[in-house]
């Protein structure tokens, strides 16, 4: 499974890809709106000069024709950019015109298996079900991502599944069990995984006794 950063935050990006474990990176407007940029494409274009991966970037209009221009010029922003598409009637119909067009389409705000399904015939190169979301309304939004799996394996599409709306370490593990693809965390979430209290304790006395065999 790799490893995506959801945020829109240049700083956290620069580090986690320094850390060699992310090779992505998802934004919405919302991430963009608490950095207090109003920059989209100045945002995404230097996320992109930090990351040799896929840039998730957001359609905000409304109605099929708008989406598409929207979506187009977004495309063009960078080579790397994925526009991301709402799991609506509009969005499908925007997505499999976008992909004929060979223009990579996450479709994100996804629910449901079915919606997963439709994304995949569509031809969205990936696909974002969101599990904290889910999770948060009392549904168990890991079984959403095995569910889709299971129906992509089945039928060998190629579309990627990216466990989003992640909340904790323990989604990630299972993200990774259940098979997705990609997971695309909160760099919080990404220290939470990186780091182990029995690590830091164990590292602490090692340097310890070091320094007292060696005088140093
Ligand atoms: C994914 O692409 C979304 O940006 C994100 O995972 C949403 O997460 P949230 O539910 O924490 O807002």
Known sequence: MRIFLDTANIEQIRQ????????????????????????????????????????SAEVTAEGVDEMLKQASDIASWHKNVAVKIPCTPDG??????LAKEGVNVNMTLCFSANQALLAA?????????????????????????KDIMDIYKEYDFDTELIAASIRHPLHCVAAAKAGADIATVPFKVLEQMMKHPFTDAGQARFIADWRKVSGK
Not at 23 to 35: C, F
Not at 92 to 97: A, L, N, R
Not at 124 to 143: C, I, K, N
Request: glycine share 12%; charged share 20%; net charge negative.
């Open 92 to 97: 499908f119909e925007v997505t499999s015109k």
């Open 16 to 55: 986690s890809v320094a850390w060699g474990v992310v090779s992505g990176v998802t934004t919405n407007p919302t991430l963009v709106a608490i950095e207090g940029r109003h920059d989209y494409k100045a945002v995404i274009r230097e996320i992109c000069g930090i990351v040799d991966g896929p840039v």
């Open 121 to 145: 015939i569509a031809g969205a190169a990936y696909v974002s079900p969101f599990v904290g979301r889910l999770d948060d309304a009392g549904h168990d939004g890991m079984a959403l991502v």
